[in-house]
């Protein structure tokens, strides 16, 4: 046979370069679709949970997609980035972290198909790009304004991301509290977004999920230090004063040795400590604190034995070891200001609470302040702060449910940023794929392909709710794509009834910035993908 001539080598070497990335592409691709198929069957109200078990042992059960995709443990490059698109939906919309991640997943299969067909991967890429700013203005149409004071239509839409959760029974308990924890901490007329950090999610495990409330102050996980009047674990009219000092003999800078040699000597090294300690105390009582807070030490003891004694003759309430990350909201419920030393420790530095008192939380104890008001005048408070305290019967019960709440309360906070509502159960996904294809058939050349594959891609959401129900999903899909072609724009996949109704009716509700950001997130990362044809490795 002869040797190819020199002409047709360089054509031999092109065809080389170009399998190069391909081949990577197609790594990639696998790669980051076995991320979402591991996630697909937690979607909607009936997907499975997850049960995650850590290096240590630990076990956590659950189906929210942000929560798997953190503890899954991901080796690929390309699969990393599918985890981190969950962490970026779960920033800005706090929800729809499964739908996400499904959806890249999905149009991930479509651009594979696409390059099989010989299209370049720039031209998929811009026609994505296209195809995700028609999808958000076409969603922006179907959407329905929404004011605040619209309490039944928030209500609506917390009870749609709780629906999915594992504490789905307990929807009518939870959704209100979460709609009544935003709106007490925003302004309603000028806020556009809501400050989570304001709304303290405290767990603590004991009771049921039933005995979660709302409260209007605070709550430390840890009991009292000590039972300040006697038997009582109740302060009324309380003066709250918080310090970052502490109360214990005071230590040396660097190790030493102190030698005793006669009893008189350790008699006055007593004394004078006693006295040191008593003084501290007795500047707290006259600056007229009867609720002490004392921060977390790692330099020594924050408080000593004999300052809790003196503290408990003086009527003294002691809670120690507060996080320093808490200070803040402390200081902003009741109104306190931190000292760093004794000579700062004045009456004007004190918060106030009608109430502060210890109670029972199955075999430990919490401490519970309320009725707060964060000035000292008791005028009205600038920053709004509340606390739910949530309860559960064990750990994996009460982790999943700050979760669920956590969820929930994203959804509210959309509604705050985007005042818009949209219905569930992919009636939203249909309905853009209906109208992109209607665009596509608009379009010449490879846009149109690219537009029509963006479109088939859409329906993975509605064809993985009506599998994870258990109903057959090519007979729903087919029919729900039918009554939308119809123009019953707000029919969806109702996985309770296993049919088709309209989902305005049946109150299932989401926020617009939740399905938009899902499809804009989404389309970024699988163009970041196909723009990637080489994987380089680091020199060390």
Partial sequence: MPEPSGRNAPKGQTFQDKAKPHAVRASNITAAKAVADAVRTSLGPRGMDKMIQSGNGEVTVTNDGATILKQMKVLHPAATMLVELSKAQDVEAGDGTTSVVVLAGSLLDASQKLLDKGIHATTISESFQKAAAKATEILTDMSTPLELSDRESLLNSARTSLSSKVVSPHTDLLAPMAVDAVLRVVDQASDINVDLRNIKVICKVGGTVED???????????????????SSTRV????????????????TNMDNHVVVSDYSQMDRVLREESKYILDICKQIKKAGCNVLLIQKSILRDAISDLALHFLAKMKIMVVRDVEREDIEFICKTTGCRPAASLDHFTPDCLGHADLVEEQAAGDSRFVKITGTSATASGASRTAHTVTLLVRGSNRMVVDEADRSIHDALCVIRCLVKKRALIVGGGAPEIETSLRLMEYANTLTGMDSYCMRAFAEALEVIPLTLAENAGLNPIAVVTDLRNKHSQGMQKAGINVKKGKITSMEEENVV???LVSISAIQLATETVRSILKIDDIVAVAH
Avoid: M
């Fill in 212 to 230: 979660t409330e709302l409260i209007d102050g605070l709550v430390f996980t840890q009991s009292l230090a000590h039972k300040a009047t006697g």
């Fill in 236 to 251: 009324e009219k309380a003066k709250v004063g918080l310090i970052q000092f502490q109360i214990s003999p005071p230590k």
């Fill in 510 to 512: 989401q926020p617009l």
